[in-house]
């Protein structure tokens, strides 16, 4: 057996319309992702427990689920099993999205969301999360892309079926293989500049014991406060950063304000510059959902279907 298929049910018994979900933002499209034309599946490389990674297609199932297929030879029992869970802690499934809705329903420009949208995309786990973010920060999207696509080129594990050369089919390195790669590497092969020093930095503390990033996901007691001050401790996170990561925590108060959402969101209301004091006007209603909020008002036309319709 290769396919498990996944209920698409939030924890609240909202609905998840899977290919919005894999529009969510942009880390979709970095490896060890993949996602089709369309986003109507995706691609991943995920490592499991025990043996080497495994690449799997999400893709649509019947009636209200989504599909996991294991490529490749075929898997056990007990893998497959770990897979499809590991695919739905990617999609969030175990987040609790009703309260969100329930507010969107009264806002004539967000009350589409209800029928499924608004599920962040988010890595395996947090470490794979922040090393992107950082990936992101204050360079061109394609620089974003050859960085992260490095990185798992040289320093993922493949897959028994990967390419033999590219980063697809390669798993997310651990941090113990990026904290071993050196500084050279982060220079000369992954060309990731001041980002480098960062990124090292980050991956001998995890893999030394000395941060546990996990810890952030695993808490759910832990205040957004606290989640944010533990990020902007870290080297190369700044707030927009801090912002980022947050919304792949299912944290969603801060809004992301940088280069790309504030003239999209003018652009969007009909005005030539936005503040960001109107901006967080505007979607303050939201509460700890404000964030969430701001970021599907900007990407609602990213999935041209009858969800938005």
Not at 235 to 253: D, K, N
């Amino acid at each position: 057996m290769r396919t498990v298929e996944i209920p698409l049910v939030g924890r609240g018994g909202e609905p998840v319309d899977l290919r919005r979900t894999l529009s969510s933002h942009g880390f979709v499209d970095l490896p060890p992702m993949r996602p089709s034309v369309g986003h109507r599946s995706l691609e991943i490389t995920l490592r499991t427990a025990r043996g080497r990674p495994r690449t799997v297609r999400v893709h649509a199932g019947r009636d209200g689920c989504a599909a996991v297929t294991v490529l490749g030879r075929a898997p056990s029992a007990e893998q497959l099993g770990e897979l499809g869970r590991t695919v739905r802690h990617v999609l969030r499934l175990d987040a609790d999205l009703s309260p969100f809705y329930a507010l969107a329903a009264d806002d004539p420009e967000l009350a589409w969301v209800t029928r499924g949208a608004g599920r962040m995309l988010r890595s395996p786990t947090v470490f794979e999360d922040v090393v992107k973010t950082i990936c992101t920060t204050n360079c061109a999207w394609s620089a974003t892309r050859r960085m992260v696509g490095a990185i798992v080129e040289h320093l993922g594990e493949p897959a028994p079926e990967a390419p033999a050369s590219g980063p697809h089919g390669r798993a997310f390195p651990t941090p113990e293989r990026m904290a071993e790669a050196g500084e050279g590497f982060y220079r000369e092969v992954a060309r990731a500049g001041y980002r480098g020093a960062y990124l090292l930095a980050i991956a001998e503390a995890a893999a030394e014991g000395r941060l546990d990033l996990e810890d952030l996901a695993r808490d759910p007691e832990l205040p957004d406060e606290e989640v944010e001050r533990r990020l902007l401790a870290l080297p190369g996170v700044g707030p927009y950063a801090a912002a980022h990561i947050m919304m792949t925590l299912g944290r969603y108060h801060r809004l992301i304000l940088d280069s790309w959402t504030l003239p999209t969101y003018a652009a969007k209301v009909g005005r030539r510059t936005a503040s960001d004091r109107a901006i967080e006007r505007r979607f303050r209603r939201y509460g700890p959902f404000a964030g969430l909020a701001f970021w599907l008002f900007l990407t609602r036309d990213w999935v041209d279907d009858a969800l938005v319709r």
